[in-house]
């Protein structure tokens, strides 16, 4: 069986991450800052996506809601009120 070995750290949008600096798993309250070390930790191997989405109870759309709000408009682009503001400018 082959074996991945996974970084000890990658950077994040703050520096670099390690496992230990990731969100807690019992995060609810999501902030752009968390996002962003939880995408960084996918990014750089830290964690895979189904990883990620079985810590953190998050579904493949919730995380691909993520990357496309980094893709538009960085690390601010994950502020709820961003997203909120996009979409009622997108659909009102």
Do not use: F, N
Request: proline share 4%; with cysteine.
């Amino acid at each position: 069986m082959l074996e991945t070995t996974r970084p000890r750290s990658v950077m994040g949008p703050l520096g670099p991450l390690t496992m230990e600096d990731l969100p807690a798993s019992a995060t609810t309250y999501w902030v752009s800052r968390r996002k962003a070390e939880v995408l960084a930790a996918i990014d750089g191997g830290l964690l895979s996506v189904d990883d990620a989405c079985e810590r953190y109870r998050l579904s493949l759309e919730e995380l691909g809601a993520w990357r496309r709000s980094v893709d538009r408009a960085g690390i601010a682009g994950l502020r709820i009120t961003k997203v909120q503001r996009y979409r009622d400018h997108v659909t009102g």
